[in-house]
């Protein structure tokens, strides 16, 4: 009765099953639902059985609408997914005969699944790439070449072509990336030992399309993925926009942000400030009033300056993403007019942000790029792990002695007065910057001593060495991958470029195929 039951729900003969069939297969059987849509040619060609996959052929088996959509056969929850057309199922199987068999039947080589993947696209996802490589190869030797490039222009529902899809999962041992681009290439002359080859620069090249496989690279998570920057034709795509015209851009750009915060600091050192005696008969410096900060030729001088850091800090605004240091510009801009103090606080953030951010145009050097990566890398990698731990033992240890020092004399244990100051004091207890403070003529409980020593030996011995560790493994990883990680920044920083500047500043790369005898609307890169 299982087996009987196993037949008719995957539709062997044909036969449709009543509502209460579903239900008490559902009841008693709900496992079979894993492969709804599986047919017995399904089976057989899973099985590679030749003969029966002719026998259900000549019988007109669906070779066009059956498709096993059960969770067995879907991406991530499923077993085997395996692209839920007959096709497909054949593809990547491998075997020739079957395949050949099916395409003679009539089975749709563009047909997409519930993914939007074809079997181009199911090939790429195939573990086994040689394999993949060899059943792409005879998919295209039975078909024409507008039907190939038909084919290789599909995408699926996350916007990739079969050969984006490639250069996204990242595979570069055997890739099916280097099978497309060498199918994709054309030799235009050749002389002996030297030959003249185009490639098409369709999907690489990030003109016209917002998801180029240069867009892929320089987003993708996986560290695979930078490998295909010393791929051809990708390795000479981005060495000819870098030393074309993205070098010059981005020097000129740094040269101007440059010019732009040296005029901010200027302007910040060079501030109106007036003497004001206190009290005390000491003598500080205030900042003027708005009304008397322009008096002297000086003040103009600096006013032209402000003016240009004002407009300079609006036009970085509209064009980056994160201008943090640039918004606290207009804001201390806003408190200056309301005249309140709050701006030098602001001034000076904007300040450490603003030369900060000069790490960032180093990416361009290839001296400075690496140790740029590093950095960020520590910051936001190792730093953070560390400040996370760092924070808890802190506040822990802070709270075990501020416990035991409101017993004490606030007045004598000044830096322990409460829990605030004595987190900032355990902090810099922790960097080595004091040691424990207190009269040495008054004797501190024992308790004390014994949670100082217990917190030095954790927070500073132990953390911070961890920290070196981490950083020093980092430092090795960089070390080793520095080549591919600056290509890495410089792809993305003209990518960057390509985004921002005008396209008539931008020569495009290649030569169209027309002027090559090649097809038209499309470009190469010779």
Not at 128 to 148: G, P, Q
Not at 188 to 213: M, N, Q
Not at 455 to 479: C, E, K, W
């Amino acid at each position: 009765f299982e087996f009987l039951l196993h037949k008719i729900k995957l539709d062997i003969s044909g036969w449709i099953m009543d509502g209460w069939m579903d239900l008490m297969c559902l009841l008693i059987y709900p496992e079979l639902f894993a492969f709804e849509g599986e047919t017995i040619l399904h089976i057989a060609v899973v099985n590679q059985n030749v003969m029966m996959v002719k026998e259900l052929l000549s019988r007109n088996a669906d070779t066009k609408n059956a498709r096993a959509r059960g969770s067995f056969f879907s991406p991530g929850k499923g077993q085997c997914y395996y692209g839920e057309y007959v096709l497909s199922f054949a593809v990547c199987m491998g075997n020739e005969k079957i395949v050949n068999l099916l395409i003679k039947s009539g089975a749709p080589l563009n047909a997409q699944d519930t993914q939007g993947n074809t079997v181009l696209h199911m090939l790429v996802l195939h573990p086994n790439k040689t394999l993949a490589c060899r059943m792409y190869d005879y998919l295209m030797s039975l078909i024409t070449i507008d039907k190939i490039r038909y084919l290789e222009s599909i995408i699926n529902n996350d916007g990739f072509t079969p050969m984006k899809l490639a250069v996204q999962k990242g595979d570069v041992t055997v890739s099916m990336f280097n099978h497309f681009i060498k199918r994709r290439k054309q030799v235009y002359w050749a002389f002996g030992p030297v030959t003249s080859t185009l490639y098409d620069l369709t999907g690489i090249d990030t003109w016209e399309d917002e998801l180029s496989v240069l867009d892929i690279i320089c987003t993708s998570k996986e560290k695979n993925v930078r490998e295909l920057l010393e791929v051809t034709p990708v390795k000479e795509v981005l060495h000819h926009k870098w030393t074309n015209w993205g070098y010059k851009f981005f020097f000129l750009w740094t040269v101007l942000y440059i010019l732009h915060i040296v005029i901010f600091t200027i302007c910040c050192v060079y501030r109106p400030l007036e003497p004001i005696r206190t009290k005390m008969n000491v003598t500080i410096m205030n900042l003027k009033p708005l009304s008397r900060s322009y008096e002297l030729t000086t003040d103009f001088l600096r006013l032209a300056g402000e003016i240009l850091t004002v407009l300079g800090s609006f036009c970085i605004l509209f064009t980056e993403v994160c201008a943090f240091f640039l918004s606290v510009i207009v804001i201390s801009m806003i408190l200056r007019f309301a005249g309140s103090d709050g701006q030098t606080t602001i001034l000076a953030l904007a300040l450490i942000c603003a030369w900060c951010n000069v790490i960032y145009f180093a990416r361009g050097f290839e001296l400075l790029g690496p140790l740029c990566i590093m950095i960020q890398k520590m910051i936001f990698g190792d730093l953070m792990r560390f400040c996370s731990i760092l924070i808890l033992v802190i506040i822990g240890f802070a709270a075990a002695f501020d416990v035991h020092f409101q017993a004490l004399n606030p007045d004598v244990y000044v830096y322990f007065s409460d829990f605030p100051i004595t987190t900032f004091t355990l902090f810099q207890l922790m960097m080595g910057l004091t040691d424990l403070p207190g009269p040495p003529s008054i004797p501190v409980p024992d308790i004390i001593i014994f949670l100082y020593m217990i917190y030095m030996f954790f927070a500073f011995v132990l953390l911070l060495n961890v920290l070196i560790a981490l950083m020093g493994d980092t430092h090795y990883r960089v070390v080793h991958e520095r080549r591919l990680l600056w290509k890495a920044q410089i792809a993305a920083t003209i990518l960057l470029l390509e985004r921002r500047l005008p396209k008539w500043l931008l020569p495009r790369l290649g030569i169209p195929g027309d002027a090559v005898g090649l097809e038209e609307g499309k470009w190469y890169f010779r």
